[in-house]
């Protein structure tokens, strides 16, 4: 435990320094970027790995978080980062509408009804013109020059996100969610209202994911419909992102974003400009093997199936009793 | 204590069960026996309001429980200990008993009920840092019962707590729902095990193609020629 501590204290304070040390701003942007992924994939965990409702629309929460921002900002004239607390409220509202809706669906019907919603939101955003400006999209001015700032408020998000997941795991609340997770008939018959605490963590997934969107809209500066309510970049990512990292575990998610965040941009870059042009379009197709490998192989995530990379890569036999 | 009055239940558009009525009361042993898809499950089902009654009224010491919510059937003192044990494999034993006694008095007195349970399965007590997923079958009927016993309940259903048990165990589980009626607690108990159910309970109702066709006690029962031939084979 003592060693568990030592590693989480030493890797803050590298996270801390590490904008001050490495100066260029390629990187500094992939580890906000990565941050930001940090926060949507452990609150994509807390409602699908944790209480078991796989949602494939979190884009709807990111996308309402980034509009909400963009809009105060392009419309109302105010200070895009009050989208940081609209974004993640109205997010929770929409949150419980999209509750109130789905949630009468259980299993695999819930998860096609958020693929559902995320295409409507995202219908919807492209051609109401007059309040979000369709597929031009939102332009608004960066506040800040330097990365710095972003750096640490997107550290700061993913931090308290990842604490306040913990804590509530450790609550009365995350014994109610997996007591769903794992038997939602059972549950609800040793007294938990299902329907409350189903949309307790909606709730607070949406509220964090939507953070994480206005977020993105003041760090990007700019969106459309089509980034921010995409479901290939976003609500697909966020699935990658806690099932490569480890679904149900406290930090699968945050090594997740490291993995798909590193992979992508490998990618894009085309192995950072020594491999040929081509290779940039097949990371879907990477993704894809991916997603087989981590499946047959790893079904609990990096996190999850520590033991068993420790066990058959490092070759670290456990001591026999 | 219970009683359930003409109940018509649904699964969709597919009628289960047809004007269902009994009656179960204080302190007794009440069975109902039935083939496989008689409707002995969903009249459980719809007694813990996981199903809802499309006609017909479900009342538990005079209040209605048919419209509640399933949540909130257990605080008036009536647990369900469902078919096939339905734990929370991904929770240690001690937890799964913790489960069982979130809300009123079931909560406060939740040190000594644990007590209780330990003292009645041993070796629950040995085990509680276990997944419950990793029990063995009969350990984990054991735990689905200790789970019931922990909201402090005043009618327990079990549902065929026999299924998947070997003959040994089977017996043992009947001997303990015996111990725990006779501490004070109705016992409602659907099972296909007929013999020895009838020969152990105080009455019993017969349900088939979800009808009641049949009911008397025990002895009764086992003397009806019907009984005799559809379920005991003689």
């Known amino acids: 435990m003592k060693k568990n501590h030592l590693f989480l204290i030493s890797l803050g304070i590298l996270f801390l320094i590490f904008p001050l040390v490495i100066h260029s701003h390629y990187y500094q942007h992939l580890v906000i970027i990565i941050f930001m992924w940090v926060v949507i994939g452990s609150s994509w965990n807390l409602l699908a790995g944790y209480t078991g409702q796989v949602s494939f629309g979190h884009a709807i929460f990111f996308g309402v978080g980034a509009y909400t921002a963009g809009i105060f900002a392009s419309k109302l004239g105010i200070s895009a980062w009050w989208g940081m607390a ?6 929770m509202l929409v949150g419980l509408f999209v509750g109130w809706v789905c949630f ?4 695999p019907y819930f998860a096609l009804a958020t693929l559902a919603g995320g295409e409507i939101i995202r219908l919807i955003a492209t051609n109401w013109e007059s309040l979000t400006d369709g597929m031009v999209g939102i332009l608004i001015i960066q506040s800040f020059k330097s990365k710095l700032s972003y750096y640490y408020i997107a ?4 931090l308290a996100c990842i604490y306040t997941i913990r804590i509530i795991m450790k609550s009365k609340w995350g014994y109610y969610f997996v007591s769903i997770r794992e038997d939602e008939d059972a549950a609800a018959s040793l007294g938990i209202n299902t329907t409350l605490y189903k949309n307790v963590s909606l709730m607070v997934s949406s509220f964090f994911t939507g953070m994480a969107g206005a977020f993105y809209m003041n760090y990007m500066a700019f969106i459309d419909p089509e980034v921010v309510f995409s479901l290939h970049y976003i609500s697909i990512m966020a699935i990658l992102v806690g099932i490569v990292g480890g679904v149900a575990t406290i930090w699968g998610p945050a090594v997740g974003a490291f993995v798909m965040v590193g992979l992508q941009e490998t990618f894009r870059s085309s192995f950072f400009g020594l491999a040929p042009k081509w290779i940039s379009q097949a990371h879907a197709l990477v993704f894809g093997l991916l997603v087989i490998f981590v499946i047959m192989f790893l079904a609990n995530g990096i996190v999850g199936d520590w033991p068993k990379i420790k066990r058959n890569v490092f070759r670290i036999k456990p001591l026999s009793s | ?13 597919l009628q289960v069960l047809w004007e269902v009525s009994f009656e179960v009361k204080e302190k007794e042993i009440l069975v109902l026996v039935g083939a496989n898809g008689a409707g002995k499950s969903t009249t459980l089902k719809t007694i813990s309001s996981l199903l809802t009654p499309k006609t017909g009224t479900i009342e538990f010491n005079g ?5 509640l919510p399933p949540n909130k059937i257990i605080g008036h003192g009536i647990v369900h200990v469902p078919e096939g044990r339905r734990l929370f494999p991904e929770m240690s034993v001690e937890e799964n008993l913790i489960m069982g006694s979130l809300y009123g008095e079931a909560k406060t007195q939740r040190n000594e009920t644990i007590e209780y349970v330990y003292s009645l399965f041993p070796r629950l007590q040995e085990r509680r840092k276990q997944m419950s997923g990793t029990l063995s079958g009969g350990e984990q009927q054991m735990l689905a019962v200790g789970r019931g016993l922990m909201s402090r309940p005043k009618l327990m259903m079990f549902d065929e707590p026999s299924l998947g048990l070997a003959p040994i165990l089977v017996q ?4 303990l729902i015996k111990k725990i009626n006779q501490e004070g607690v109705t016992i409602l108990l ?3 095990n007929v013999t020895q159910t009838l020969a152990m309970c105080d009455r019993a109702y017969v349900l088939e193609n979800g009808r009641n066709v049949l009911q008397g006690t025990g002895q009764e029962l086992m003397a009806n ?8 084979g003689i």
């Open chain 2, 225 to 232: 020629d019907h009984v005799k031939e559809v379920y005991l």
């Open chain 2, 172 to 175: 043992d589980i009947f001997d």
């Open chain 2, 1 to 13: 204590m219970l009683k359930v009055n003409g109940i018509n239940v649904f699964y969709e558009d």
């Open chain 1, 155 to 158: 550290l700061a998000l993913a």
């Open chain 1, 104 to 107: 009468r669906l259980r299993g």
């Open chain 1, 86 to 91: 609209f974004g993640g409220i109205f997010s």
């Open chain 2, 190 to 192: 659907v099972e296909q």
């Open chain 2, 63 to 67: 209040i209605r429980l048919d419209q």
